[in-house]
C-alpha cells in the first residue's frame, strides 16, 4: 500500500479559451479526466488545471487587447464558441502583434484583480457546461487561481539553480538555459517583459513541484521540446517527473491548428448535440471515453470517425447494462485491479489507454460498476 501514500500532481496543458473546443481538446481533456479518476483510487491525485495562470500569454490577451480594439463595448453574452472562435481567426490572420504597452494594462488587471475577458469567460461558461454533460471533472473552469509565483520570483528561482539567463539588463530577453543538460535555450520572457507560456508554466509549477512525489505532464505532441525541458527542470526540485504526450485527432486525414478555423461541425458542441437524442447520458459519457482513448490511442493516426463513435455508444450501452449486474467488488481490490493498469512500478498513475482497452477486452460480467466509474461517472 505503500502507492496509497504517494502525492501526485496532474498537469495537463491548459486549453486557451479563445475557440471552440475540438476532436483534439476532448481527446486531452478525456485522457486527464480518466488518468485523474483511475489514479485517485489509491493515491492523493491534485489536478492542476489553471486558466488564470495562462491569461497573460500573448495568445490570450492579445486577443483580448484586439478584440477591446476593434469591437469596443461588444456585448459576447449571445456569442457561441464557434463566434468567438471566428474572432480569434480574424486576430491571427490580422498579424499585427501587440506592443507590450497595449498588453500591459490586462497584465495589471489579471494580477491585480483576476481579470477575464468578457469572450473569454463567455467560453469558459459554455466549456462548463460541456464538462457536465461528459462528466469531466472541473477543476476550477471559473476559478481565479494565480500561479504561486510572480513572474519576477519564477525568474529568480531559475538564477538562483543556474537554469536563467536574464539579458534585460543589456536590452535582451530572458532565457531558460537547460544547455547544461544537452537541450537548447528557450526564451521564455521577451526584453520587454511579455511572458510566453513555458514562462507561465514555470510560474505555477516550480513553487508546486516540491510537495509531490511525482508530477504527470500531459500535452500536445508538437509541444515536446518545451516539456523535455519542462521535466528537466522541475525534477531538480525532488519529483519524479513523467511526460505524456497526446497526438491530435485528424479530421479527414490532416492535423490543423484551431487558430486557422475550419471546424465546421467537428466541435465538442457539435457532437454533444448530435447526441442529444441518446436514451442514456451515462452511455454517452462512457461512448466517448472509449472511443477517443482506446480506439484512438495515444498517436495520430486515425482521423476521426462519428460513424465508429456511435458504433461505441453501443458498445457503451452493452457494458453498462452487464456492470448493473455484476457483483460489486471493495476499494482494495479495485485499488489492485487499477495497479495493474500503470505504465511500470515506478510510474503511480493509471494508463488510461490500458484501462480503456481492457474494458472492451472484456466479455463477461466482470466489469462492475465501481470499475466504470473509475472511468466515467
Known amino acids: 500500500m505503500a502507492d496509497a501514500r504517494r502525492k501526485v500532481l496532474l498537469a495537463p496543458v491548459t486549453v486557451t479559451p479563445s475557440k471552440p473546443l475540438t476532436p483534439s481538446h476532448l481527446k486531452g481533456l478525456l485522457w486527464a479526466d480518466v488518468m485523474y479518476r483511475a ?6 491525485v491534485t489536478y492542476r488545471y489553471s486558466h488564470t495562470t495562462y491569461h497573460r500569454t500573448e495568445q490570450t490577451s492579445g486577443f483580448w487587447e484586439f478584440l477591446d480594439r476593434v469591437r469596443p463595448g461588444a456585448d459576447y453574452a449571445a456569442l457561441s464558441e464557434s463566434d468567438v472562435g471566428e474572432l480569434y481567426v480574424r486576430y491571427r490572420a490580422e498579424g499585427h502583434a501587440p506592443t507590450a504597452g497595449a498588453l500591459r494594462p490586462y497584465a495589471e488587471a489579471i494580477e491585480n484583480d ?24 472541473d477543476p476550477g473552469l471559473l476559478a481565479h487561481q494565480p500561479p504561486g ?50 514562462a507561465c508554466a514555470l510560474r505555477e509549477l516550480l513553487p508546486l513541484a516540491p510537495r509531490y512525489d511525482e508530477i504527470v505532464l500531459l500535452y500536445d505532441r508538437e509541444l515536446d521540446p518545451d516539456y523535455r525541458a519542462l521535466e528537466r527542470v522541475l525534477s531538480l526540485k525532488g519529483p519524479t517527473v513523467h511526460r505524456v504526450p497526446i497526438g491530435r485527432v485528424p479530421i479527414g486525414g490532416k492535423i490543423s491548428s484551431a487558430r486557422r478555423g475550419g471546424w465546421g461541425d467537428h466541435t465538442v458542441e457539435a457532437l454533444l448535440r448530435s447526441f442529444a437524442d441518446a436514451a442514456d447520458p451515462a452511455a454517452v459519457r462512457l461512448a466517448m471515453r472509449l472511443y477517443f482513448i482506446a480506439s484512438l490511442g495515444p498517436g495520430q493516426q486515425d482521423s476521426f470517425r462519428r460513424d465508429l463513435l456511435g458504433r461505441y455508444l453501443v458498445r457503451a450501452e452493452g457494458l453498462l447494462s452487464r456492470a448493473a449486474e455484476a457483483p460489486e467488488v471493495g476499494p482494495e481490490a479495485l485499488s489492485a485491479l487499477l495497479r495493474g493498469h500503470r505504465r511500470g512500478h515506478i510510474h503511480t498513475y493509471v494508463d488510461p489507454y490500458r484501462l480503456t482497452s481492457s474494458l472492451l477486452g472484456r466479455r463477461g460480467p466482470a466489469v462492475g460498476r465501481s470499475l466504470l466509474a473509475t472511468v466515467s461517472p
Request: hydrophobic content about 40%.
Open 114 to 137: 483576476g481579470f477575464v475577458h468578457p469572450a473569454g469567460a463567455r467560453v469558459l461558461r459554455l466549456w462548463a457546461g460541456h464538462y457536465e454533460r461528459l462528466g469531466l471533472h
Open 39 to 44: 489514479t485517485k483510487a489509491y493515491a492523493e
Open 149 to 198: 509565483f510572480g513572474l519576477e520570483e519564477m525568474i529568480e528561482d531559475l538564477l538562483a539553480t543556474g537554469l536563467g539567463l536574464d539579458q534585460r539588463d543589456v536590452g535582451g530577453p530572458v532565457y531558460l538555459d537547460a544547455t547544461r543538460y544537452g537541450l537548447p535555450l528557450r526564451q521564455i520572457v521577451t526584453a520587454d517583459g511579455r511572458p510566453n507560456y513555458v
